[in-house]
């Protein structure tokens, strides 16, 4: 017999006539009668200090002599939770990895079979958003049907390993399994959000009595009626709802001065596929795009290509506008990961242009053509950090959309503008912000708060606690050029001050407004930006080359922000930085 409660204490309890076995994630217990003695024994995971403590080990005969438990059983003790915890973290078994992912998921043909009349919660996009919903529903009401409908052909996973992780430690399998490099044990994660077995078939939604998500893939919804409450698909078929999430995300929007039968998008699984496969075969490519994804994406690909066996491969970054990571950092922290990227990998970064045409020359490569009369080839071109929000569905539905951003407009619960029944979450939803006022965000932490806060919000569970957007962020090239994480408006268009500790253990300050020139990197090893809006208030921190494992600086930065702490001049930001300092060993990490 196999119970699974509903508490992290999961249990099997396996009865036979002479022997019990009890299994729980925290603890676990042997326990064997027999004619001739007894044998108990019991190890408890301490989550505390993480590690496994014997608490008890007794083998005793008739007279309960003290003993130690038979080698045999501990091993097998220790076998059943390392599995229970394999189980409850997502891994899959070898015959299950060596599925093609084209196997994961029908493909929709024609009309989905046994197609349900009505179901209780239905949820557009198969992203974080909708995933991290459904989830909430589910853990609140075990038996509530609901159905997610995405338009990729595999279930719910996260994009940032694609940019980054996945070239570094991927295993070659069809779950995506790569090596956590920030990770202090280097554990095996998926790309995936959850196993398949979490999942139904929407035509098998019915009879899985509501323990499972209905998941129907490689469908798109081309109406909403609010009235009816239904939306219709591509099949034709209609689908009434109680309630309604738009989680549609955004799409890779190619400018028209490009040719899109020329470049290569990059956001979804099949298209990292695609470049795997073009960073493969080419011996030149080029990255369009200036963002965290667009950096990251060159400086894994060039890293992948100095290893290949057919000769290395030349990997340009083209930045449009002024410069790497012009939205979030100023000039002088920008051009530091330019020069890293070029210096130790190799990546050969293009700045302050942009691309004004395409063409292809007699041999089918690119000829990209620049703003300043430049011109350069390459075998192949990927364009990143280009994306509009998926906001036509709802716009066609009647919906507001934002002028601003073009986003569905959302209130503070996360409704639709105007409804009651229809919720918008994730990177598609204008939202409102209660330090920031509305505003749209594309990351993945705050895609899963607000699906997790929709989930609650449509079975009526928020207690009318308005939504509260996180705003902690993370990113960069660990142990290559730069690692970053920061909270808050951690934006370019603010004005900031840069406390850093340079390789001679000297604090520098360096105000973004009176700092234009090339900063030394070894005068930036490490340190914090601290944003600040016209009246001198901060409003957000980056912090540079600083562990992101060690919360205490983002915590004392999220209360600053929220104090809304004056950071007149640099001795003011001197002094906030010293009190956002990571303790390690005894003494801060910039001092």
């Given at each position: 017999m196999i119970s699974l409660s509903q508490s992290t204490r999961a249990r099997w309890m396996v009865g036979r006539a002479s022997k019990q076995w009890v299994c729980s994630v925290r603890q676990i217990q042997y326990r064997a009668n027999i004619s001739t003695g007894s044998h108990r024994g019991c190890l408890r995971f301490m989550s505390t200090t993480k590690r496994w403590l014997p608490l008890r080990l007794i083998h005793?005969?008739?007279?309960?002599?003290?003993?130690?438990?038979?080698?045999?059983?501990?091993?097998?003790?220790?076998?059943?939770?390392?599995?229970?915890?394999?189980?409850?973290?997502?891994?899959?078994?070898?015959?299950?990895?060596?599925?093609?992912?084209?196997?994961?998921?029908?493909?929709?043909?024609?009309?989905?079979?046994?197609?349900?009349?009505?179901?209780?919660?239905?949820?557009?996009?198969?992203?974080?958003?909708?995933?991290?919903?459904?989830?909430?529903?589910?853990?609140?009401?075990?038996?509530?049907?609901?159905?997610?409908?995405?338009?990729?052909?595999?279930?719910?996973?996260?994009?940032?390993?694609?940019?980054?992780?996945?070239?570094?430690?991927?295993?070659?399998?069809?779950e995506l399994t790569y090596k956590d490099a920030l990770s202090r044990f280097l554990v095996n994660r998926t790309t995936f959000l959850a196993t398949e077995n979490e999942f139904v078939d929407a035509s098998e939604l019915g009879r899985s009595g509501g323990r499972r998500i209905g998941l129907l893939t490689d469908c798109r919804v081309d109406a909403i009626d609010l009235e009816a409450k239904s939306i219709r698909l591509q099949t034709g078929q209609t689908l009434g709802y109680k309630k309604l999430l738009i989680a549609t995300g955004v799409r890779p929007e190619i400018p028209s001065q490009l040719d899109s039968e020329s470049v290569q998008t990059f956001r979804t699984i099949e298209e990292f596929h695609r470049v795997v496969e073009l960073a493969d075969r080419v011996d030149s490519l080029a990255i369009v795009g200036s963002g965290i994804v667009a950096t990251e994406l060159a400086a894994a690909i060039r890293n992948k290509g100095r290893r290949r066996a057919t000769g290395e491969l030349r990997v340009y970054q083209i930045l449009r506008g002024a410069g790497c990571l012009a939205e979030t950092f100023p000039k002088y922290l920008g051009d530091a990961v330019a020069g890293g990227l070029d210096r130790r990998l190799g990546v050969r970064v293009v700045p302050g242009v942009d691309v004004s045409g395409v063409a292809k020359d007699d041999d089918g490569r690119v000829c990209l053509a620049m703003d300043d009369g430049s011109s350069l080839t390459v075998d192949a071109v990927v364009l990143v950090d280009a994306n509009r929000p998926n906001a036509e569905l709802a716009a066609r539905a009647g919906l507001t959309t934002s002028r601003a951003n073009g986003g569905v407009v959302a209130d503070?619960?996360?409704?639709?503008?105007?409804?009651?029944?229809?919720?918008?979450?994730?990177?598609?939803?204008?939202?409102?912000?209660?330090?920031?006022?509305?505003?749209?965000?594309?990351?993945?932490?705050?895609s899963a708060a607000m699906g997790s806060y929709a989930g609650r919000a449509m079975l009526g569970h928020t207690n009318r606690a308005p939504f509260a957007s996180p705003d902690r962020w993370a990113g960069g090239l660990p142990g290559w050029v730069a690692s970053f994480h920061g909270v808050g408006r951690s934006s370019s268009r603010f004005a900031s001050y840069g406390v850093f500790r340079g390789s001679d253990r000297q604090?520098?300050?360096?105000?973004?407004?009176?700092?234009?020139?090339?900063?030394?990197e070894e005068e930036?090893?490490?340190?914090?930006?601290?944003?600040?809006?016209?009246?001198?208030?901060?409003?957000?921190?980056?912090?540079?080359?600083?562990?992101?494992?060690?919360?205490?600086?983002?915590?004392?930065?999220?209360?600053?922000?929220?104090?809304?702490?004056?950071?007149?001049?640099?001795?003011?930001?001197?002094?906030?930085?010293?009190?956002?300092?990571?303790?390690?060993?005894?003494?801060?990490?910039?001092l």
């Open positions: 005793g005969g008739r007279n309960h002599q003290p003993g130690w438990l038979a080698p045999g059983a501990l091993a097998a003790l220790v076998a059943t939770g390392i599995a229970w915890t394999k189980y409850r973290c997502g891994f899959t078994t070898a015959a299950a990895a060596t599925k093609p992912v084209e196997e994961e998921t029908e493909v929709s043909s024609g009309l989905v079979p046994d197609l349900p009349e009505l179901v209780d919660y239905v949820i557009i996009g198969g992203g974080v958003a909708g995933y991290s919903a459904a989830r909430e529903i589910r853990r609140h009401r075990a038996d509530a049907p609901v159905l997610i409908v995405s338009e990729e052909s595999v279930r719910p996973y996260q994009r940032a390993p694609l940019s980054y992780e996945l070239w570094l430690g991927h295993r070659g399998d069809s503070e619960f996360l409704r639709a503008a105007g409804r009651v029944d229809e919720f918008v979450a994730g990177s598609v939803a204008e939202f409102v912000d209660a330090t920031h006022g509305r505003r749209r965000r594309e990351s993945e932490t705050v604090i520098r300050v360096y105000e973004s407004s009176a700092t234009s020139d090339r900063v030394p930036i090893r490490s340190g914090v930006l601290l944003y600040v809006d016209d009246g001198k208030r901060l409003v957000g921190a980056a912090f540079w080359n600083v562990k992101p494992a060690s919360p205490i600086a983002t915590r004392v930065a999220e209360e600053l922000i929220a104090m809304e702490t004056l950071v007149r001049d640099a001795s003011d930001a001197k002094m906030i930085a010293k009190q956002m300092g990571v303790k390690k060993g005894g003494l801060l990490w910039f």
